[in-house]
């Protein structure tokens, strides 16, 4: 088997998924941008310094790219939400703090995840699927509610408060600060859990 050639130093593998990156993050500043979804193959080629025909080599379409980076965001904020420890004091506004820090506090990732479904149509099923992901990790704090269904209920209805909420907060709608966005969405959690404990 012949060796793989280097340029620079790299291999093509290196290389494509350099470009891959580079792509990737120019879609989520122009997806996450605060006027909305300006993003246009050409516009992400450009700005990323990767050609179109290089473009083509790791997306379909438009659909596809916008799709990746999506899924690309969810990953990165599932992440710091995972790492979460559902142990100790406080674990509600714990819990709020962790998503709040992963979305709010990254705005652009708060819009790509939070607004970008409502916008773009392609990304109407996989902006559930990350609704239903965070609704399924909210369901592991709520260690007190018994009932499955009573506790799948109360994480989904509770994601989608927050989520409009954060949504609103994100454009400006809502004037309250960070720490009462925290405090607001815990004691949210807190009062509707007690009605179903």
């Known amino acids: 088997m012949a060796a793989r050639r280097q340029w620079a130093g790299t291999t093509p593998e ?9 792509l990737l993050d120019a879609g989520i500043a122009a997806l996450g941008a605060i006027d ?10 450009r700005s990323s310094g990767v050609s179109e025909r290089n473009f083509y080599e790791e997306f ?3 659909d596809d790219f916008v799709r990746a980076v999506y899924q690309d965001v969810l990953e990165s904020v599932m992440r710091v939400v995972t790492e979460f420890a559902a142990e100790g004091d406080d674990l509600e506004t ?3 703090e962790t998503f709040i820090g992963a979305t709010v506090d990254n705005p652009v990732y708060g819009r790509i995840l939070m607004v970008a479904p409502f916008t773009e149509p392609t990304l109407g099923s996989a902006g559930f699927a990350g609704s239903l992901a965070f609704a399924s990790l909210a369901e592991k704090a709520l260690i007190d509610i018994d009932d499955p269904g009573r506790r799948r209920f109360l994480s989904v209805s509770l994601v ?13 709608d809502l004037a309250i600060s960070r720490d009462e966005l925290i405090d607001y969405i815990s004691r949210m ?3 509707v859990s007690a009605i179903f404990n």
């Open 160 to 172: 989608g408060a927050a989520s409009g909420a954060i949504i609103d907060y994100l454009r400006g």
């Open 60 to 62: 379909g379409d438009r």
């Open 14 to 22: 290196e290389r494509r998924a350099t470009r891959r990156r580079a």
């Open 189 to 191: 959690g807190r009062q």
């Open 36 to 45: 909305g979804p300006a993003l246009t193959i050409r516009t992400v080629c």
């Open 94 to 96: 714990r819990a709020v």
